[in-house]
């Protein structure tokens, strides 16, 4: 059966933490595939859907917040992660949304035992699982103080040496990232101006560091963003179709 014209797709419900939060490359890359964006932020009293029927999938980003924190939009977007995986809808969570994935399905997220963070860009290895799906960029972009156990049932995707949880599957659809593939050029500016208070945390890397390593390193994440996205959301979307 062939795919759905892009027309037919339906939107990606996005999940932001903050007023001036965006999508960013994601959700232009998602708009070049045929999708529309369903925006919403719980954090500013936005309400989630009770069903995915009428969404292609969903999109929790990062946020400056923990998903430990008590705050009650926390506990509900965790608990929320129930209606994609009941229903077996693609979902993606970035940062933030890969930690909440994790709590959700009963892992742990926490600080490193050091106190060591990432922030900056650092070394990727995919593990034989996701080598078996894709190609994987070389270095990643990180802006974080904590990290996720791998939950029990989860397949590992990727590691890394400060942080060995890097990317993980679980089931069919559901998919968590540490690392972010979504700054436009305009994002990182803004988060290395906006952070800077945060650069002299331990293993965090300076700002000159996040702006040189995008000429780098970028283009591949790039790539790599895009091809992620087309398996997620196109692929599945086919495959549910078929």
């Not at 070389?138 to 989860?154: I, S, T, W």
Request: with cysteine; net charge negative.
């Amino acid at each position: 059966m062939p795919i759905a014209a892009e027309t037919d797709r339906k939107p990606i419900l996005i999940v932001l933490h903050q007023e001036r939060s965006s999508a960013g490359r994601v959700g232009q890359i998602l708009a070049q595939k045929g999708f529309s964006l369903d925006i919403r932020r719980p954090a500013l009293g936005d309400e989630l859907p009770p069903t995915l029927e009428h969404h292609g999938g969903t999109i929790i980003f990062g946020g400056p917040m923990s998903a430990n924190d008590e705050e009650d939009f926390v506990r509900r977007e965790i608990d929320w992660l129930s209606v994609p995986l009941k229903e077996n809808k693609p979902y993606l969570g970035i940062c933030l949304g890969a930690q909440m994935l994790a709590r959700n399905l009963g892992g742990k997220v926490a600080p490193h035992h050091e106190g060591m963070t990432e922030i900056g860009w650092y070394p990727l290895v995919a593990t034989d699982a996701g080598r078996a799906l894709m190609d994987w960029p070389d270095m990643v972009y990180h802006f974080h103080r904590e990290g996720f156990d791998l939950p029990a049932g989860a397949e590992l995707l990727a590691t890394g040496e400060t942080y060995p949880n890097q990317a993980f599957r679980y089931g069919e659809n559901a998919w968590g990232i540490q690392f972010h593939g979504e700054l436009t050029r305009a994002m990182m500016h803004r988060w290395v101006v906006h952070g800077a208070h945060r650069f002299e945390l331990p293993g965090a890397q300076m700002g000159k560091a996040h702006l040189d390593g995008r000429m780098q390193h970028d283009a591949p994440l790039r790539t790599w963003m895009e091809n992620f996205l087309d398996l997620i959301f196109v692929q599945a979307g086919s495959r549910q179709a078929a």
